[in-house]
């Protein structure tokens, strides 16, 4: 099956800091997706970015889909950033299914 | 709109037994995925349910197992509880393929 790599896996920040994570896929995928998973377990929706580039206040993302990378941009870091940050992708093959596959995360720590 | 909804949000139960969770998408939304995460495996695709049809599966034993009702309301059953079934497990919804998930708060077992 398709592979999702997550980098750095921990990343340590001084509020205020910007970051760059970074996330490889190993195959064409109809969905990407990044996710910020808060304290009590929930994912919640950052970026749905297939391809191409958004921006929502100090995040943005941009994914290149034919050289099968995403990466998430956080500007200005603050304390609330601080958690676990999913990729996932949902591979071209499974067609109309709707199948994610996550990377293993990657936990940002933001220093007051 | 209503996010996804998942019932019971905790649950303790002992070996042997079997458990049902519940999961209420958005509304609209007639696709519904559940995950697994654990700290050792992290997150893991179990099923994806459409108009009541399974069609996605992955790699579970067939103690999972899960259905989707007309109202696209879901549940997963888990029967004969294991140790290793702890986990947080999480459900999705979308209109479907490839198209962005959400995920609710997810249900919390422990198995002792």
């Known amino acids: 099956g398709i592979q999702v790599e997550q980098s750095p896996p921990d990343l340590i920040l001084q509020e205020g800091a910007n970051s760059t994570l970074r996330c490889n896929f190993s195959?064409?995928?109809?969905?990407l997706q990044w996710f910020h998973q808060n304290p009590w377990g929930q994912l919640i929706n950052l970026f749905y970015?297939?391809?191409g580039t958004k921006q929502n206040g100090r995040l943005s993302a941009t994914t290149v889909a034919t050289e099968r990378y995403s990466l998430l941009y956080i500007s200005s870091s603050q304390t609330t950033d601080s958690g676990v940050y999913f990729c996932?992708?949902?591979?071209?093959?499974?067609?109309?299914?709707?199948?994610?596959?996550f990377g293993k995360g990657i936990t940002l720590s933001v220093r007051p | 709109k209503a996010g996804v909804t998942q019932t019971p949000r905790y649950l303790i139960k002992t070996r042997g037994q079997q458990v049902t969770l519940s999961c209420s998408p958005i509304s609209g939304h007639r696709s519904v995925s559940w995950y697994q995460q654990t700290p050792g495996q992290g997150l893991q695709f179990l099923f994806e349910?459409?108009?009541?049809?399974?069609?996605n599966k992955g790699n579970f034993p067939g103690r999972f197992s899960g259905r989707q009702f007309s109202n696209s309301r879901s549940e997963m059953n888990v029967s004969t509880l294991e140790l290793g079934d702890s986990a947080l497990y999480l459900c999705?919804?979308?209109?479907?393929?490839?198209?962005?998930?959400?995920f609710g708060p997810g249900t919390r077992l422990t198995v002792t």
């Open positions: 999705a919804s979308s209109l479907g393929g490839g198209s962005e998930q959400y």
């Open positions: 996932a992708v949902d591979p071209f093959f499974t067609g109309a299914n709707s199948k994610l596959t």
């Open positions: 349910y459409f108009s009541e049809t399974q069609r």
């Open positions: 970015i297939p391809s």
């Open positions: 195959d064409s995928v109809n969905n």
